[in-house]
């Protein structure tokens, strides 16, 4: 039994007509004619009464008819379904990312994307960064939105908006009334850092200030850019975070500047190379149109 024989019985069972059918179905009436009687012997059923002036629908074509006419729509949906996916336009992706991310552009970008794409579920994972390339390697996740860059034969990296580090202080500091720092400004204070045994990010931030010349005081370590802020806020030391995690705390720090060498970073989405969800691509368009607010 094939999909074009039940197209054919479904048509003629609307039509009733053979020529009109075999028009409505773009070919001659013989091959209409010869495809419902091959259907008609592999069911072992008779579907047509016919005669010289008319095609009628026997009891068991109606019943037959009724699941066709299911069976074609449920096909049809499933194509729509097909094409969609293919296109990247409905499916799922499975998004890593640390909770800094989401003091961010994050949450715009997956509004915007939501809006554009209803069809495909963004389900965010939130985990710390060595945590997101394991599960990305081990395709658990689709991207890692990240602030360090991968590159080697099974990831890659996409840049997505610049995202500069910046030094917070308390409120009391005695430098807080500054708007541009030098690092060499903080030498005695207490930093607030991240772990760096998570955080590729943090090892390439202490590498950066390592070549500056400048060595830091750590006095707390920490899992996320939350807690520095929380700390931070506390009176409890100074520290570097990107400056997009500081947009709802300003009330409670002071945010300065720093050099370009410092302050440069950039937050990118490391996706596998090969074998990568079609919707994925669509959300790349997307996230690649977000601007730092």
Not at 58 to 79: I, Y
Request: charged share 25%; proline share 4%.
């Amino acid at each position: 039994m094939e999909i074009r024989q039940l197209r054919y019985f479904a048509v003629l069972a609307e039509e009733l007509n053979f020529t009109r059918a075999a028009a409505r179905l773009h070919i001659s009436q013989p091959p209409l004619s010869l495809q419902i009687a091959q259907l008609e012997r592999e069911l072992e059923v008779k579907l047509f009464d016919r005669n010289n002036r008319r095609v009628t629908l026997t009891e068991a074509g109606e019943a037959f008819l009724n699941d066709v006419r299911a069976l074609l729509t449920s096909l049809k949906d499933a194509t729509v379904r097909a094409r969609a996916v293919d296109q990247g336009l409905a499916g799922r992706i499975e998004v890593g990312l640390s909770g800094s991310h989401f003091m961010g552009p994050v949450p715009a970008l997956i509004a915007r994307y939501k809006a554009s794409h209803p069809q495909v579920s963004v389900l965010l994972n939130e985990m710390n960064p060595a945590a997101q390339l394991d599960a990305l390697r081990g395709h658990r996740i689709d991207v890692s939105i990240s602030r360090t860059a991968v590159d080697d034969e099974e990831l890659q990296s996409i840049p997505l908006w610049p995202d500069p580090v910046v030094a917070v202080l308390p409120k009391g500091h005695t430098l807080a009334t500054r708007k541009r720092l030098e690092l060499s400004d903080l030498a005695g204070d207490a930093f607030v850092m991240l772990r760096q045994d998570t955080s590729a990010f943090a090892r390439a931030l202490a590498q950066t200030c390592a070549r500056a010349g400048v060595t830091l005081s750590v006095a707390q370590t920490v899992a996320e850019v939350p807690a520095q802020l929380a700390l931070v806020a506390a009176g409890l030391g100074v520290a570097l975070v990107p400056r997009s995690t500081c947009r709802h705390t300003t009330d409670r720090i002071a945010v300065c500047t720093l050099p370009a060498d410092i302050a440069r970073a950039m937050v990118y989405a490391v996706t596998r190379r090969q074998g990568r969800r079609r919707a994925l691509d669509t959300f790349l368009q997307t996230a690649a149109q977000m601007k730092e607010a």
